[in-house]
C-alpha cells in the first residue's frame, strides 16, 4: 500500500486541535490523521472491508490481516475467500465458485479442492473453530459471522516516509467519534510506535539495503508415464521451466540451473536440505503424464522456511499446446512469489514471449529438440553425438528453427574443445550453426554464448569472444554456462578479479555444477592461490570421485607448484583405468621430471610416447607438461607451436599457466604467446 498523503478531509474529527497537532509535526516524520468520506473509495468500486473473528479482509486492496499482521494467501486462495466471505451462509457449488475464481479457464476440480485446503491452512481452521464447511457432494458454505465495515468511513491512518502505514477503519456505530480524548490517545500511541520505528530504522546502516531477490529452484519432473524412455520428456520440461522462469526480471529472482537441480532426481532428499544445498526460498515439484496426443500437468509451489504449499495446479491439455501451458506456469508462480516481494519488485519478463522463429511449427519437432537437449546435458561421447543426431532430425523437419540450430552449435562446440573430435572439422560446424541460429534469431543467448567459444578456442578472436560472452549474458543473466565460459576466458586474459567474481555468479546458479566449481578451482591455480585450488578440487572429488580427469590434472599441477610432489604422485594413480594407463604414465613424467627424479621421469616418458599414437585425438597437454617436466624446452614449445597450427584449445593459457613458466624466456615462447593473443593486444 502507498502511504497515503496527508489531506484531512472533512469529518467531524477534523477540528482545531488535530489541525494545531498535524501542523506542529515535522514533514518528514511520522503522521497520523483521519479519512473519511472524501477520500473513501469511489461507489461501485471493490473497496470494502470484512471482518470476522481477528481477521480483516480488504477487498481493494486485496490484503487479509490477521490482527495486525499480513496472511500471505495466493491470487486464487484469494479471490475464493472474497467469493464465500460475500456469500456469508450461503451454499456455493464447485462449479459456482469455479467459475467465479478462475472465469476464462477450464480447471480440474482438483484445483478448487487444493485452494480450499490452502486457505482453510492459512485461516489456521480446526475442529472446533471453522470457516469454510464442505457440503458433500455439492460445494462449501462460510459459516463465520461476517461484519462489513461500509464505504466512507472514517480511518486513521498512520504514516511513515519510506516505512509503514497502518489504516485503521472506525465504525460508525461506535461512540468514538465523539470522544475526543480517546481518539488522541490511539493516536499518541501510533505516533509513539512509529516514531520508535522511525529512530531504529535511521539508526540502521544503509549500506547496504535489502535487495529483495529470492532464488527459485524448479526440481526434476516426475516422469509418471511408466516409461523409462520418456524421461528425456520430463527433463526437458525441467529444463524448459527454468528458462521460462529465468525469463523474468533477474534482480528480484533467481533460479538454479538445471544441472545442480537434477541431482536430486529419483532421491527423497528433505526440502530443507534442499534449501540448504541450493541456497533457495523456494521450489517448484511437479510431475508429467502423457500419451500420444495429451499431457497432465501437476505442479506446486512451495515456501521453504515453513514448507508451506502457495500455488498448486493440474493441467490437462493437448501436446500441441505444451509451449504455451509453459508460459502459463511460469507466469502464475511468478505471480504467487510476486505477493511475498511487494509491489514495488514486479516480476516482468527481461525477454519478450517466445518468438515465432524460437517455437517451433509442430510438436514434434519440438520433442526431436527436447531428446537431443537430454542427450547433451549428459556430456558423455555417446550422449553428444545422438544429441548431434536429434538436433538435426529437427533442423531437417524445420529449417527456420533457431534453437535446434543452437542445440547443435553447443554440442560440435563441446565435442571439439573436449577432443571427441578433430577441432579443424567441427568447430567451424559449430559456428556455422550458432551463426544460422541467430541469423533467424538473434536473442538466443545459447547461441552467442557457443559462437564465442569458437572465437575464443579455435579462432584466438578475443575481442568477437568477449563480445559474444556479454552479450549473451545481456541476454539472458541466468544462463550459468555462459558466466562460466566468460569467467574462464577472463582468467587467460590475466583478470582473474573479474574472472573469480563472474565464476562465483556461475555458481550461485549453478551451485552442485561439478564442472562449474572445476573451473573455479582451474582460475584459482592460474591466479597461483595454490591452496584454494587445492581445496576446490578436493570439494569436487568428495563429490563425485569418478569426475572427469580434468579435476585431478588441475590438483596435480596445484600440488607441484606447491611443492607437494608426493601427494602429485599419489593423484597419478588415479589414471589406471585408462587403457593402458596412458594419460598416467604422462603426468608421472611430468611430475618426477618437477621432483627431481630424472630416471623415472625418462622411463615415464618413453612408456608414454610408446602409447601415445593410439589415440588420435590424445592427452597432448599431458605429453606437453611431459617435455616441460623432463627438461626438453624445444620440443614443448614445437608441440605448441603444432597445436596453434591445428587451432588447438590448449593454447589459450599460454599467458597464465604457472606450468610453463620455465618457457617463458625462450624468444619461440614469447612469439607464439604473441600470436595466440594478438586481437587482445589490438584493442
Not at 571439439?416 to 572439422?425: A, Y
Not at 597419478?572 to 598416467?584: C, E, K, M, R
Amino acid at each position: 500500500m502507498e502511504p497515503q498523503k496527508p489531506v484531512v478531509p472533512a469529518s467531524p474529527c477534523t477540528g482545531t486541535k488535530l489541525s494545531r497537532f498535524r501542523s506542529q509535526m515535522s514533514s518528514n516524520g511520522p503522521q497520523i490523521f483521519l479519512k473519511g468520506a472524501a477520500s473513501q473509495v469511489p461507489e461501485g468500486a471493490a473497496g470494502d472491508l470484512y471482518e470476522f473473528d481477528d481477521f480483516r479482509l480488504d477487498a481493494r486492496n486485496r490484503t487479509l490481516l490477521l490482527r495486525q499482521d499480513s496472511v500471505p494467501l495466493t491470487a486464487k486462495a484469494l479471490d475464493t475467500l472474497l467469493v464465500l466471505v460475500k456469500s456469508e451462509g450461503q451454499l456455493l457449488t464447485k462449479d459456482d465458485l469455479m467459475k467465479a475464481v478462475w472465469p476464462d479457464s477450464i480447471v480440474e476440480e482438483a484445483n478448487l479442492t487444493q485452494t480450499v485446503f490452502m486457505l482453510r491452512k492459512a485461516l489456521g481452521q480446526t475442529r472446533d473453530q471453522g470457516y469454510i464447511v464442505t457440503v458433500p457432494g455439492r460445494g462449501y458454505r462460510f459459516v463465520a459471522e461476517v461484519k462489513k465495515v461500509l464505504k466512507g468511513g472514517p480511518v486513521l491512518v498512520a504514516t511513515v516516509p519510506g516505512g509503514p502505514v497502518a489504516e485503521i477503519p472506525i465504525r460508525r456505530e461506535r461512540a468514538f467519534l465523539q470522544r475526543w480524548s480517546a481518539l488522541l490517545g490511539i493516536a499518541a500511541i501510533l505516533i509513539g510506535a512509529v516514531g520508535a520505528y522511525v529512530l531504529w530504522f535511521r539508526s540502521q546502516p544503509r549500506s547496504a539495503p535489502p535487495l529483495g531477490r529470492s532464488m527459485l529452484a524448479v526440481l526434476p519432473f516426475q516422469n509418471l508415464t511408466g516409461d523409462p524412455t520418456q524421461d528425456y520428456f520430463s527433463d526437458g520440461l525441467t529444463e524448459e521451466m527454468i528458462s521460462q522462469l529465468g525469463n523474468l526480471d533477474t534482480r528480484h529472482l533467481g533460479v538454479i540451473a538445471r544441472t545442480s537441480v537434477m541431482h536430486y532426481k529419483n532421491t527423497q532428499t528433505p526440502l530443507d536440505q534442499i534449501g540448504r544445498e541450493l541456497g533457495v526460498q523456494y521450489v517448484i515439484e511437479g510431475s508429467v503424464r502423457r500419451d500420444s496426443e495429451r499431457v497432465r500437468i501437476s505442479a506446486q509451489l512451495i515456501q521453504l522456511k515453513d514448507q508451506s504449499h502457495i500455488w498448486a495446479r493440474q493441467y490437462d491439455r493437448e501436446l500441441r499446446g505444451l509451449l504455451t501451458v509453459q508460459g502459463e506456469i511460469a507466469q502464475e508462480i511468478a505471480d504467487e512469489i510476486q505477493l511475498t516481494l511487494g509491489e514495488q519488485h514486479k516480476l516482468k519478463p527481461q525477454r519478450g514471449p517466445i518468438r515465432s522463429s524460437a517455437a517451433p511449427p509442430s510438436y514434434e519437432v519440438y520433442d526431436l529438440y527436447l531428446k537431443g537437449r537430454y542427450f547433451w546435458n549428459k556430456r558423455t561421447p555417446d550422449g553428444f553425438r545422438q544429441a548431434a543426431e536429434y538436433f538435426q532430425q529437427a533442423i531437417d523437419q524445420d529449417p527456420n528453427y533457431a534453437r535446434a540450430y543452437a542445440g547443435l552449435a553447443d554440442t560440435y562446440g563441446l565435442m571439439s574443445t573436449w577432443g571427441e573430435v578433430p577441432q579443424n572439422e567441427f568447430m567451424p560446424k559449430a559456428r556455422g550453426a550458432a551463426l544460422r541460429a541467430l541469423e533467424i534469431d538473434e536473442t538466443l543467448a545459447e547461441a552467442h554464448t557457443s559462437l564465442a567459444l569458437v572465437a575464443e578456442n579455435y579462432d584466438y578472436d578475443w575481442q568477437t569472444a568477449d563480445k559474444e560472452f556479454r552479450r549473451a549474458i545481456q541476454l539472458d543473466p541466468g544462463y550459468a554456462t555462459a558466466h562460466q565460459w566468460y569467467a574462464e576466458y577472463l582468467s587467460w586474459q590475466g583478470r582473474f578479479d573479474d574472472a573469480l567474481a563472474e565464476s562465483e555468479r556461475a555458481r550461485q546458479l549453478d551451485p552442485l555444477s561439478l564442472i562449474i566449481a572445476t573451473d573455479h578451482a582451474s582460475i584459482l591455480y592460474f591466479s597461483r592461490q595454490y591452496d584454494r585450488a587445492i581445496a576446490q578440487c578436493r570439494a569436487v572429488l568428495d563429490m563425485d570421485p569418478n569426475f572427469p580427469i580434468r579435476v585431478r590434472g588441475i590438483l596435480i599441477l596445484a600440488y607441484l607448484q606447491s611443492g607437494r610432489f608426493a601427494e602429485g604422485m599419489d593423484e597419478t594413480a588415479h589414471w589406471t583405468g585408462q587403457p593402458d594407463s596412458t594419460w598416467a604414465w604422462g603426468w608421472r613424467a611430468y611430475v618426477y621430471g618437477r621432483w627431481g627424479r630424472a630416471s623415472e621421469a625418462q622411463h615415464a616418458l618413453a612408456k608414454f610416447e610408446s602409447l601415445f599414437p593410439r589415440y588420435p585425438n590424445g592427452p597432448t597437454q599431458a605429453l606437453l607438461y611431459a617435455y616441460i617436466g623432463t627438461g626438453q624446452k624445444d620440443r614443448a614449445v614445437a608441440l605448441l607451436q603444432k597445436a596453434y597450427a591445428g587451432h588447438s584449445s590448449i593454447v589459450t593459457t599460454l599467458k597464465v599457466d604457472p606450468g610453463y613458466d620455465p618457457l617463458r624466456s625462450d624468444p619461440h615462447f614469447q612469439q607464439l604467446s604473441a600470436q595466440v593473443f594478438k586481437s587482445e593486444n589490438a584493442k
